[in-house]
């Protein structure tokens, strides 16, 4: 079998991805970007030697990452080779080469280019361009080029590692943008295969603003409260008013739905639970509109750079009857979360008159969201 090294590209200096951290650093999903890529190319080749060419004033930040380290050097093609060099002193046979700022290489793509490697001395991923590409000169078109021969290069590109080597020796002049780059100035045919949509590179702020809202969080509520006759008091269930003759027994309005809704936002947020924002020892939530601790709910989660992925609501009891009401509770609960409707879905089921929610006791409710909580 052939002997597979790879090298993951860090030494740039994320001039253009802006902030405090550098870019292979920056937590996304838990763990720096750089790591996605080490952990992606462990998983499908255990044996091959991993080193990350990294820049030489990230020592801070790369003493935490366990991986073989070099530095590197002033352009991209200038890392790639102290990157070769480093690798030479036990040469592979086979070089992968990625970049640090594709943290979403998946294990399918990796195997592909080796796969290809059997059968060429360089590989590269590309997908389709879909956009329309013009050639521009002075902020005039010059020409519009051939969408159908055109493909956007992805990373990891895989090499015969003497091939490649040879080739960077015999590189003249700068305007390397990638490896395969050096081997077609030398003469060698590159193979292109499918790359992966889904493996985009990590290069401007915006896609900084992008990372930090990676991170998923599930959040779950549950609320019980008693049901009584009480014809002058309103009956609310997610913010609707229910007609009926009974109500809920609560400091404030008992909106069950709504309070079970709080506490599953407070739980994704770790924000605990409805009772510390609003306790009903406080006079100031008597009665009060269970709509304005949705919002406080809301406010916490936008302070935290989060937003609403969906919301599943459960209404349990055998009265009132909750499918009359469903499309206006959720046009309600869409309207305070600030969602379209199709992220929140409203349900009813009963206990089969068993327990107090059968004997019409209480009403009780369930509550599970999703919230893509910023880093």
Not at 192 to 203: C, F, Y
Not at 240 to 255: I, Q
Not at 271 to 284: A, L, N, V
């Amino acid at each position: 079998m052939s002997r597979i090294a790879v090298l993951i590209v860090a030494a740039g200096k994320s001039s253009r991805f802006g902030g405090e951290i550098p870019k292979p650093y920056v937590l996304l999903q838990g763990k720096p970007v750089v790591q996605h890529s080490i952990d992606a190319f462990r998983a499908v080749l255990p044996e091959a030697r991993l080193l990350v060419v990294v820049h030489p004033s990230h020592g801070e930040f790369v003493q935490k990452l366990d991986v073989d380290t070099v530095a590197g050097g002033e352009e991209r093609h200038h890392s790639v080779e102290r990157g070769l060099e480093a690798l030479a002193e036990d040469a592979p046979d086979q070089v992968l080469i990625h970049d640090a700022a594709r943290p979403y290489v998946t294990a399918a793509l990796i195997t592909r280019i080796v796969a290809a490697l059997e059968e060429s001395p360089a590989v590269i991923p590309a997908t389709a361009v879909t956009d329309t590409i013009k050639q521009v000169q002075d902020s005039i078109v010059t020409q519009t080029l051939p969408r159908a021969q055109l493909r956007a290069v992805q990373t990891p590109q895989g090499f015969d590692y003497a091939a490649l080597c040879a080739a960077y020796e015999q590189l003249d002049g700068s305007g390397i943008t990638d490896d395969a780059m050096v081997m077609e100035q030398a003469g060698h045919w590159v193979a292109v295969i499918e790359g992966d949509e889904a493996n985009r590179k990590l290069t401007t702020a915006h896609d900084r603003r992008d990372i930090h809202m990676k991170e998923t969080r599930i959040g779950q509520g549950v609320d019980v409260h008693q049901l009584y006759e009480d014809a002058a008091r309103p009956l609310m269930i997610c913010g609707v008013e229910v007609p009926s003759k009974l109500a809920l027994r609560g400091h404030s309005d008992a909106d069950v739905g709504l309070h079970a809704l709080v506490d599953a936002m407070l739980g994704a947020l770790g924000k605990g639970d409805i009772g510390q924002h609003f306790p009903p020892s406080d006079p100031q939530w008597k009665n009060a509109d269970s709509a304005d601790f949705v919002a406080e709910a809301v406010r916490l989660m936008q302070s935290a750079g989060g937003a609403l992925i969906n919301a599943d609501l459960t209404i349990i009891g055998e009265s009132p009857k909750i499918g009359p009401h469903r499309a206006a509770m959720q046009q309600r609960v869409a309207a305070l979360l600030d969602v379209a409707p199709e992220r929140i879905n409203i349900k009813a089921t009963t206990t089969e008159e068993l327990g107090f929610t059968g004997r019409k006791e209480g009403l009780a409710a369930q509550a599970v969201v999703s919230i893509a909580l910023g880093g």
